[in-house]
């Protein structure tokens, strides 16, 4: 079985500034972790933090980009190895950029989630990309 991870957020900010945040790797990694993403259908990159013991994650996201709709959608596998060398999580993330008045809807959908996976991890990720984002609209706010 699979669980999701499914949030929703309103910036009063043009879509396309939410893409750059999104697909940019100096903007995202201020909000999300060093990386090398390129917004390229097929392009293997990273996301890079310090291991996590206690989740036993250690600390690389590798990532492959499925899907670029410039300015509206852009997905990507998101798996993560255990300290002891093997893949702890294969998932997707996905984004969807909504132009709204006055604004834009962003939601996230971090599925594929296999409920055998430690509760702490998923409750992170469900937390992390919530506090992420809270991030990205600080930054948002500064240009």
């Known amino acids: 079985m699979q669980r999701e991870i499914n949030q929703q957020w ?12 999104l697909t940019k790797p100096e903007l995202l990694s201020q909000w999300v972790m ?6 390229i259908p097929g392009h293997n990159f990273s996301f890079r933090t ?8 250690d600390g690389i996201f590798h990532c492959e980009v ?3 709709v410039p300015n509206r959608k ?9 300290g002891d060398g093997s893949m ?6 996905q984004w969807t950029i909504t132009p709204k008045e006055q604004g834009t809807e962003l ?3 971090h599925y594929g989630l296999q409920t055998e996976l430690n509760e702490i991890i998923y409750n992170g990720m ?8 809270k991030k990205m609209l600080g930054f948002l706010n500064q240009d």
């Open 34 to 39: 060093e990386n090398d993403i390129k917004p």
């Open 50 to 57: 310090k291991p996590i013991p206690q989740m036993n994650l």
């Open 126 to 133: 469900d937390s992390g990309w919530a506090g992420n984002v």
């Open 66 to 68: 499925l899907e670029v």
């Open 107 to 109: 939601v996230l959908k």
């Open 10 to 21: 309103f910036f009063p900010h043009a879509p396309e500034k939410i893409w750059d945040y």
């Open 74 to 82: 852009l997905s990507y596998t998101w798996n993560c190895g255990s």
């Open 88 to 93: 702890l999580l294969s998932s997707i993330v």
